[in-house]
């Protein structure tokens, strides 16, 4: 894929059909959340959070290894990436067979410390989609890196419409937490040999270069399974940091507001998609960028960052229309909106990781991110047991998100040091200004429909939501589009330009 508009390209081949497969999403997961109750989907959620770290062991990181090794030599020897795959495939395969063994006997383990109310057979269920998973995660990193955008749209769109019939099929045949697991599984299955169709031409080996596949040939398993190892430290130490909080929160909340945090993730993943697009698409260019000097590298930075000032747009739209975005969205209940309110700085946080995060892992900044990870881990789980201890629920929830935000600020000085061996202006001045701006409308907006509206009785509830949302959007693009140079940066065709 050529370098000129290169983000703009990947956009148009995959964040198209993902969006328009994710707006469905949007419809079919809230209507499964809403028919299996914040009870029941809580009750997955902690399930699935035992076997979230678990699957780690299936993988080992031998696909981002394999990710990140295509990458390296796509541009070396891009007409035998054929060789370089059939190394990667046979290892991930053994690995995940051996895996399996111990999985299950933890598994057990953990069915019998969870007490799962005599439902042990949602946590195996969960355990076989993951297993599955393995190989459609191995077919994504490969595609990615071999630049196969418009494979990996078809692979992923395939995915989601999968993913939402199963939550269609949930909600009419067998709402309970075993019918989605159920689900996941079929899934896993049907999206895994499709992913692994569609690498197929790319694993055939059309010619033999007997040189190239000397080149190949210092690629020793040892050696991958080292290179496997420093993803599998990072896939375990982010499956934790995700997993560890709603395991804890399983065992000091309710169900119930185990399932609104559960369901709010999920949201979050959907909504932040076009980042997490970017953030790969990037991080398979950032090596390449990098070698051609400073300059190129700041106008990627320059993009990354701005591309993840957009998710403050999402932020001030849930954080100020938080009772809308329930009724919509997500299960409701009791002091629902709070949490919200709080949860939806979980949109900025995210979204940087997501962008940002990747393109340091491919330039030298792996090891870094999983020592400041695993420091972070320790500390997540004993704020949100202070947080539950000080301030009840609110405050666990309050520094769980808390931590997340000091997790992705670390990760944005750790890739700005990777790409520049320095840590000055990581946000330029434009970026400044457009979170100035958002920042100063939603304040003002607050104090309209807080003060000047809050005597009549017709602006009560979704009606002044709508209302701040309403102000807050006029306010906003006011300000924007009069700035001169907030307009040129970030209402222009060359947005998402760095070449």
């Not at 040999?193 to 197929?200: A, E, H």
């Not at 559960?262 to 990098?290: E, Q, Y």
């Amino acid at each position: 894929m050529g370098q000129k508009n290169f983000l703009l390209k990947v956009l148009g081949l995959s964040a198209g059909p993902r969006v328009i497969t994710s707006v469905l999403s949007l419809v079919t997961f809230p209507i499964m959340v809403k028919t299996l109750g914040a009870k029941e989907y809580g009750l997955f959620v902690f399930a699935g959070s035992f076997i979230n770290i678990l699957d780690s062991v299936f993988d080992f990181g031998v696909a981002s290894a394999a990710g990140k090794s295509i990458a390296a030599y796509r541009d070396k020897a891009s007409g035998e990436m054929s060789l370089l795959i059939r190394k990667w495939l046979p290892l991930q395969f053994k690995v995940s067979l051996l895996g399996m063994i111990p999985a299950l006997v933890l598994v057990w383990l953990i069915s019998t410390f969870a007490e799962f109310d005599n439902r042990e057979s949602l946590p195996i269920f969960l355990v076989c989609s993951s297993w599955f998973s393995v190989f459609l995660t191995f077919s994504r990193m490969s595609l990615t890196s071999l630049l196969k955008f418009k494979s990996l749209a078809l692979l992923d769109t395939t995915e989601s419409v999968l993913r939402n019939g199963g939550f269609i099929l949930v909600s009419i045949l067998f709402p309970y937490a075993e019918g989605l697991a159920i689900a996941q599984i079929g899934t896993a299955i049907l999206s895994s040999i499709f992913g692994f169709g569609l690498l197929l031409p790319y694993i055939r080996v059309k010619h033999f270069d007997r040189n190239l596949n000397n080149h190949f040939d210092h690629l020793k398993t040892k050696q991958m399974l080292l290179e496997s190892l420093s993803f599998l430290w990072l896939r375990v130490i982010t499956k934790g940091y995700r997993s560890l909080p709603l395991i804890i929160f399983g065992k000091i909340v309710s169900v119930e507001l185990l399932g609104l945090i559960g369901a709010f993730d999920k949201i979050v993943t959907m909504l932040t998609l076009p980042f997490n697009i970017i953030g790969n698409a990037l991080s398979v260019k950032s090596k390449s960028i990098l070698d051609k000097g400073k300059m190129n590298a700041e106008k990627m930075w320059h993009v990354a960052t701005k591309v993840s000032s957009v998710s403050l747009l999402l932020f001030f739209y849930v954080f100020l229309g938080s009772e809308s975005f329930i009724l919509f969205f997500l299960p409701e209940g009791e002091g629902f909106s709070e949490v919200v309110r709080i949860l939806s700085f979980l949109f900025i946080f995210l979204s940087l990781s997501n962008v940002i995060t990747p393109m340091s892992d491919f330039i030298g900044g792996l090891k870094q991110r999983n020592i400041f990870m695993t420091f972070m881990v320790c500390i997540q789980c004993l704020l949100i047991y202070i947080g539950k201890i000080i301030f009840g629920d609110i405050g666990a929830v309050t520094l769980y998100v808390s931590a997340i935000g000091i997790m992705s600020i670390g990760y944005l000085f750790i890739a700005r040091r990777s790409f520049f061996n320095e840590t000055k202006n990581i946000l330029s001045n434009d970026i400044l200004l457009f979170t100035s701006f958002l920042a100063i409308s939603a304040f003002c907006s607050w104090l309209i429909s807080n003060y000047l509206l809050s005597n009549l009785d017709v602006f009560r509830g979704i009606t002044k939501e709508a209302v701040t949302l309403l102000v807050f959007s006029i306010l906003s693009g006011l300000l924007i589009v009069r700035n001169q140079k907030v307009n040129k940066s970030y209402l222009n065709r060359s947005f998402l330009e760095f070449d």
